[in-house]
């Protein structure tokens, strides 16, 4: 019904003719995949935009399901950009090429983008530098957006990343980055002013380097108010969960719960800065290649690790513990956890505690520390 070179070029005729203050409906109907080098953009504030595609449903770590992908970019920068508010992205299946450095972008320089909602799409590929989804707004304002229900297939960049945004909300969402030959890609980052990230459902299977960072790399205010439930990092290259040392002593207040970190080659968890991080309500740190949980920031104060699961860590065999602190940092509790060895889980723990160094007003009590290698 639109004129263009291509879809994204008929999308965007189509959006033209939105009325402002009035609602928006752009269907893709079933159809072959269609190849496109035309970036779609949303029409800024005022017009409640949705963009909806026939729904995929697949998610794969390899190729297997790139041909169901309807929509296929293979241009450079941003494939779909979401500047405004109110926009609906639903049901796309989205290929992204090498050139890509963006899959779906919330935001934008300067750019005021409330309650925009991604439900129901999958974005896969792209090259070592694209981001899949990126929700960010320097010199703007990102507030209330959504990431519900979607899948990223076979990536070796970034899954999600999130800065200069404010109440993001990702939730039910699956990340299976590249099976092979990928100790590139970071299934979630956050970055500097990306506030109240609210996570509740997020499964990363081969997560390449990292599983989630959170770090202070951009100017600005800090990433603070993190609430992360059900959180998977599985198979990293690196440590699973880091909190980066360019955090310093920031107060970040941080929650994990419920959440998962396995078989990295690093460390499960990795504090190296930040400050008032709580792990704790069933998290399970287990067969991870060095230390289960490591904190090394000389800036760090009050850590709360509490009611998890750290078993069977040190599976290198290189002298590493279910929890090992370096460095002088204070105010870590540790209690009412299980930190050991079991025979499902394997893994040569030295010490369920291990401190080289003193540690200020460190609690450690209630805990079950039996069957480590060497001792509680």
Not at 34 to 52: D, N, Q, R
Not at 127 to 133: I, Q, R
Not at 230 to 243: G, P, T
Not at 287 to 293: E, H, R, S
């Amino acid at each position: 019904w639109f004129p263009g070179v291509d879809i994204g070029a008929q999308i965007n005729a189509a959006t033209a003719s939105c009325v402002s203050g009035q609602q928006c409906h752009i269907i893709i109907p079933p159809s072959a995949q269609l190849a496109y080098t035309t970036p779609i953009v949303f029409a800024g504030a005022g017009t409640s935009e949705t963009v909806e595609c026939t729904r995929t449903g697949a998610v794969s770590n390899g190729p297997g399901w790139e041909p169901y992908a309807i929509l296929d970019y293979t241009g450079s920068g941003t494939a779909v950009t979401m500047g405004g508010s109110n926009g609906r992205f639903i049901g796309c299946d989205l290929l992204l090429g090498a050139s890509a450095t963006t899959g779906i972008l919330v935001g934008g320089s300067g750019a005021t983008a409330y309650s925009n909602h991604i439900e129901d799409v999958d974005v896969r590929n792209g090259g070592t530098g694209t981001t899949l989804v990126k929700i960010s707004c320097p010199s703007g304002a990102c507030e209330d957006n959504h990431l519900i229900n979607s899948r990223l297939s076979s990536f070796v960049g970034v899954g999600v990343e999130l800065d200069h945004s404010n109440d993001t909300h990702l939730v039910n969402n699956t990340a299976y980055a590249l099976a092979t030959s990928n100790a590139t890609s970071i299934s979630l980052l956050i970055d500097s002013a990306g506030a109240g990230v609210n996570v509740n459902g997020f499964i990363g299977g081969s997560s390449g380097l990292h599983g989630m960072v959170v770090q202070h790399t951009l100017g600005g205010g800090y990433p603070t108010f993190g609430f992360i439930q059900n959180f998977e990092c599985d198979i990293s290259s690196s440590d699973c969960i880091v909190f980066d040392s360019s955090l310093g002593s920031a107060p970040i207040g941080y929650i994990l719960l419920n959440s998962w970190a396995a078989g990295s080659g690093g460390a499960g968890i990795h504090i190296s800065g930040g400050s008032n991080i709580s792990i704790g309500a069933g998290t399970i740190v287990r067969v991870n290649a060095l230390d289960g949980i490591l904190i090394d920031g000389a800036s760090v104060v009050n850590v709360q690790i509490q009611d998890s699961i750290i078993q069977g860590n040190n599976t290198s065999n290189a002298g590493y513990s279910g929890i090992s602190i370096a460095n002088h940092p204070a105010g870590v509790i540790i209690t009412g956890n299980h930190i050991n060895d079991a025979p499902e889980s394997g893994g040569y723990q030295q010490y369920a505690l291990k401190a080289n160094s003193d540690v200020e007003g460190l609690i450690f009590a209630n805990n079950n520390c039996a069957n480590n290698v060497v001792g509680c």
